[in-house]
């Protein structure tokens, strides 16, 4: 399936194909896969330091002796709640994914399944939300938001994110693709359009679905900048406002700060070494049919 | 939310039969599926836009009462080069143009390098793709912490290991210019690489392999297969991404507020801080949405730009 510009088809023989290019090409990958997850081991190999090794120079590569005051000290801290931290960023991605994946289906399914006037315009204008820049919503949204008297709250990072141009383009592009026999038989078994979705479209979307939701909760998991505006108190901070907040009050505290940052990482990466394929494939779709 | 969808019209359904296997519905049922959506849309995006276009147009300060109308004032004083606040904007400006600059060529060449080997068949490609996408998952708070300790001139690891290899071993990478701009480029392509890289190889992988095939009957070596084949097959996707890419740039926050504080001085506070700045730290949001627009229209015509570059070409 895959195509390469340098090699040739399968089933013509290699023969002059120089065993030495193979070689090159494996030391790039390993030395550029090195640059890549060396700094994350050094992030969680420093959050096991004492204070002092952190700081020290030359850099170590294993803590001697390991200890795990930086979290110790971070979890019990008054004025980084870590632990509160991880609860809202949880609460909040979670519930911002259901809404993303529950408005997304719903409008994509129509706009992909059913004929109606305007239609056209409205696949147009969510199109053209994909390429708004978000610098051009900070300010108003803050004044709505704080309408809504959700400043400060999670819901301010829950709810006005979760329109959401990209779930919706997702879904249409799926359910764009399916047969058109389905709504056929669906119908000749006596269901309406609900149930057509409901039934027999959604089950089949289920792979698509839980990719948007894996994309929807890393994007608002990782979200920064709306966060650390919005929320002002510790308890109701995010992990990566938290995070701000907590290298705001220990600049240099580096055991600190990257015991902090591998309790942010920890819930993304695991989700990514088990759900990998569904991430890559869901961003790789992104870019296609556009 | 779920409950709101309209009963069935039998009649209407026999009647209009279904073309292509639309069934069909009540007028009401699309635009119940597409409610809740539309009313986040119009709640979080179409309303913003309107109130951020009229914010501008009003002296508009958050903690003050009175939000007078003041015309094209903001937009005027952020032209007015006496002014303090036009100079700090243009100054924010020219970072977020300095750092579009250096990072969005970076940002589509080398993931496509990266996506170009991926898209050779050999052992353990899907490892190193997936190392490769590792840091987006991470988001840019982490990131930005993590290189700040990298990249610290005293113990961090970047100089650490410069000075091994025999290189200067002691650049203030986060807090002397134009050191610093290297450390955001790196650290940006660091952090997004993956991303480009895997969209970049759905597009390869789409490439039928039969076009490869005739260039190679043709004689076609593989740069100029490169040339022939890859590169036009990768149109659409290169204005896309070229697109999202220059957006993202353009919108480069976290990197410099964690990693630089928009230093050293002001350098590194891009546009968007500044306006975060403006509008909800000293509530300035008349201001603050007024330079919004400008950066906005900016984008837009950048866009259009590449929209046309990237256009399909007839014939």
Wanted: hydrophobic residues 50%; aromatic residues 12%; charged residues 10%.
């Amino acid at each position: 399936m895959a195509t390469t510009t340098t090699r040739p088809p399968a089933g013509v023989p290699t023969r002059r194909k120089p065993v030495g290019r193979a070689v090159v090409r494996y030391v790039l990958l390993v030395l550029l896969a090195a640059l890549f997850i060396s700094p994350l081991v050094y992030m969680v190999v420093t959050s096991f330091k004492t204070r002092g090794e952190a700081a020290g120079f030359p850099p170590t590569w294993v803590p001697t002796p390991p200890t795990t005051a930086a979290y110790e000290s971070i979890l019990n801290a008054p004025g980084t709640p870590v632990l509160r931290w991880f609860a809202n960023s949880l609460m909040a991605a979670t519930a911002n994914a259901a809404l993303v994946v529950a408005t997304s289906t719903l409008a994509g399914f129509a706009l992909a399944r059913m004929r109606f006037r305007g239609r056209g315009v409205v696949f147009g204008v969510v199109v053209a939300t994909l390429f708004v820049p978000p610098v051009i919503l900070i300010i108003p949204n803050y004044l709505i938001v704080g309408q809504l008297a959700w400043l400060n709250t999670l819901l301010a990072i829950i709810v006005p994110t979760a329109a959401s141009a990209f779930g919706v383009f997702f879904m249409r592009q799926f359910f764009v693709g399916l047969p058109g026999e389905l709504e056929e038989a669906a119908r000749l078994d006596g269901a309406n359009q609900w149930q057509t979705f409901y039934k027999v479209a959604l089950p089949l979307a289920r792979p698509a679905l839980a990719t948007l939701a894996l994309l929807s909760f890393l994007t608002n998991w990782n979200d920064f900048l709306w966060p650390v505006y919005v929320l002002f108190s510790p308890e109701i901070q995010t992990l990566p406002a938290g995070l701000s907040t907590l290298q705001t009050a220990n600049a240099v505290r580096y055991d600190l700060l990257m015991a902090g940052a591998v309790i942010a990482s920890i819930p993304v990466l695991a989700m990514y070494v088990f759900l990998q394929r569904y991430i890559i494939e869901g961003v790789s779709r992104s870019g296609l049919k556009g | 939310m779920t409950t709101a969808v309209a009963p069935p019209r039998s009649e209407e359904g026999l009647r209009e039969g279904s073309r292509r296997g639309i069934p069909s519905h009540g007028k009401a049922t699309p635009w119940l599926f597409l409610a809740p959506y539309l009313v986040l849309f119009l709640a979080f995006v179409a309303a913003p836009v309107v109130l951020g276009a009229w914010i501008s147009l009003h002296r508009w300060d958050y903690t003050l009462p009175n939000k007078p109308f003041v015309g094209l004032d903001n937009y005027v004083r952020l032209f007015d080069t006496s002014s303090i606040t036009a100079a700090q904007f243009w100054d924010a400006m020219q970072a977020t143009g300095i750092f579009t600059v250096f990072s969005v060529p970076f940002l589509l060449t080398v993931p496509l390098g990266v996506a170009l080997v991926m898209n050779m068949r050999f052992k353990g490609r899907n490892f190193f793709r997936a190392v490769y996408f590792a840091p987006y998952v991470l988001g840019v708070a982490v990131v930005a912490v993590l290189w700040r300790y990298l990249l610290d001139n005293n113990i961090g690891l970047v100089n650490y290991y410069l000075g091994l290899l025999g290189l200067p071993d002691s650049t203030p990478w986060l807090t002397s210019s134009p050191a610093v701009w290297v450390s955001l480029v790196g650290v940006t392509v660091w952090w997004t690489l993956g991303f480009n890289a895997v969209i970049y190889l759905a597009a390869l992988q789409d490439i039928p392999g039969e076009l490869y095939e005739a260039a190679r009957v043709d004689g076609a070596n593989a740069r100029q297969q490169f040339r022939n084949v890859t590169l036009p097959g990768l149109r659409p996707v290169l204005g896309f991404i070229t697109t999202i890419t220059i957006i993202a740039s353009a919108n480069m926050f976290g990197q410099s507020y964690l990693m630089t504080q928009g230093g050293p001085g002001r350098q590194t506070r891009t546009a968007i801080y500044q306006i975060a700045e403006t509008g909800l730290r000293n509530y300035q949001m008349g201001t603050a949405a007024a330079m919004s627009y400008i950066l906005t229209a900016g984008l837009m015509v950048l866009s259009i730009v590449v929209f046309w570059l990237f256009r399909e070409r007839k014939g």
